[in-house]
């Protein structure tokens, strides 16, 4: 439902983007957004974008990283800019509240998860 791409291998204060497409039948989603996991470490919010276009970001990268969607292709992007090493993670995109149809429930999606790696 969710195929995550963009991951890599990238040096001190360059930059990366993160694609994340839903696919599948989408009547609205609620929320998109990206979480990331460092070994050793708990899975963290990183940003989210609601489908108002509000937006909220994890302290340690605000004023690097900026998220956006295309709605029409159900798709997240995370522009991540200035990396640093601690940035070091598996990313993984979410989609949450997610129907299928006008009246049916509402759903939570993961992505498989792209590791992005800070290095010199």
């Known amino acids: 439902q969710l195929q995550a791409s963009g991951g890599g291998l990238v040096q001190p204060g360059g930059s990366l983007r993160l694609s994340c497409a839903a696919s599948?039948?989408?009547?609205?989603?609620?929320?998109m957004g990206w979480y990331r996991q460092a070994p050793g470490q708990q899975r963290e919010l990183v940003a989210s974008i609601t489908s108002g276009g509000d937006t909220n970001f994890a302290d340690s990268v605000k004023g690097r990283f900026t998220i956006s969607t295309d709605n029409a292709k159900n798709t997240v992007y995370l522009q991540m800019n200035s990396l640093k090493p601690e940035d070091t993670a598996v990313y993984y995109c979410n989609v949450d509240g997610l129907r299928h149809s006008y009246s049916g429930p509402t759903y939570t999606y993961w992505g498989q998860g792209t590791l992005v790696t800070v290095s010199s």
């Open positions: 599948g039948t989408i009547f609205s989603i609620s929320v």
